[in-house]
């Protein structure tokens, strides 16, 4: 799981790389599904062929992957005008909106405790964005977005769980992206400048692939609930190489609302827990919410 997560962070740093060197936040989006393509095909075919193109519910996979497109289209977007400290701490909204959504999509019942965790987490983002400020940036309202694409899409993962192979999902996943942003990417295609920008255009694809098989293997060998606080570690992997590569370091406001972010999401984990270790209990969890990745990747 942390090898996945530091794959994401690693994506993450390079999208940011990319469109501060002029390359159109959604051909980079286009680049990162189209490397992700390649190497599910070059992976998945070969064992299953045609048949990881069959879904059992294609409607609500081909949704899916609309939501997981969206979010890494305004995440890239947003990474041109924000830090990675403040999308990544946004981000760690999502699973707290995933706990709210699940009540009228899901019908899962959600306590007074966690509630209240929620709006805690949501304070946080106050104390990131600064409304109130001079400081604030209305580029946050597309990594809010992101956010809000991202919670989309991981309640439709929690949908669409074990209906599908994972040569399946990951099909669906990157193949409609694709094949989405294709006609938009060569619309806006700028040429890369380097031979750096080349190598972060050929890495991006294979990292998120990379994540993702990271993460299947991880969920093979142990439950999801016992994963999700391995997610936080994106945290330190994105200050760490926000500060080697960019030179930038979170501000105070930052650091104190991702805490704040980051507990709430911790004691929503912990509720939900001990919620699942109780007789007939059926909850969603963190683990799920989060689904072990940013979609954003």
């Known amino acids: 799981m942390l090898l996945a997560f530091l794959c994401f962070a690693g994506m993450d740093t390079s999208a940011k790389w990319l469109v501060a060197a002029a390359i159109p936040a959604l051909q980079v989006a286009w680049l990162r599904y189209l490397g ?9 075919a070969p064992r299953h062929g045609v048949g990881m193109m069959r879904s059992s519910r ?24 924000l830090p990675l400290t403040t999308t990544i701490a946004i981000f760690f909204v999502a699973p707290l909106t995933v706990c709210l959504l699940s009540i009228p999509i899901l019908g899962e019942k959600v306590g007074v405790k966690r509630l209240l965790a929620v709006l805690v987490g949501f304070t946080g983002v106050l104390i990131i964005v600064e409304p109130w400020s001079q400081r604030f940036d209305p580029a946050i309202f597309l990594s809010l977005s992101a956010m809000l694409c991202a919670s989309g899409y991981f309640v439709m993962s929690r949908l669409v769980a074990g209906m599908d192979s994972n040569a399946t999902v990951q099909f669906y996943a990157s193949g409609i992206a694709t094949a989405v942003l294709t006609p938009v990417a060569l619309w806006l295609w700028v040429w890369p400048p380097d031979v750096l920008t080349w190598v972060l255009i050929a890495l991006i ?6 994540g993702h098989s990271f993460l299947t293997i991880a969920h093979r060998h142990a439950e999801a609930s016992v994963l999700a606080p391995t997610v936080y570690s994106q945290v330190i992997y994105i200050a760490a190489l926000s500060w080697l590569v960019f030179g930038q370091v979170p501000d105070q406001p930052t650091i104190v609302g991702t805490i704040i972010i980051v507990a709430s999401g911790l004691f929503i984990w912990f509720r939900e827990r001990q919620v699942q270790l109780a007789p007939e209990a059926v909850t969603i ?3 799920d919410a989060a689904g072990g990745r940013k979609p954003g990747r």
Do not use: E
Not at 36 to 44: E, G, Q
Not at 58 to 81: H, I, K, M, V
Not at 205 to 210: F, P
């Open 36 to 44: 992700h393509f390649i190497c599910a095909l070059v992976f998945y």
């Open 58 to 81: 294609p409607g609500l996979q081909s949704l899916r992957a609309l939501f997981l497109l969206a979010s890494t289209a305004f995440n890239f977007t947003a990474l041109q005008y």
């Open 205 to 210: 694809g294979s990292l998120g692939m990379t």
């Open 285 to 287: 969890s963190v683990a």
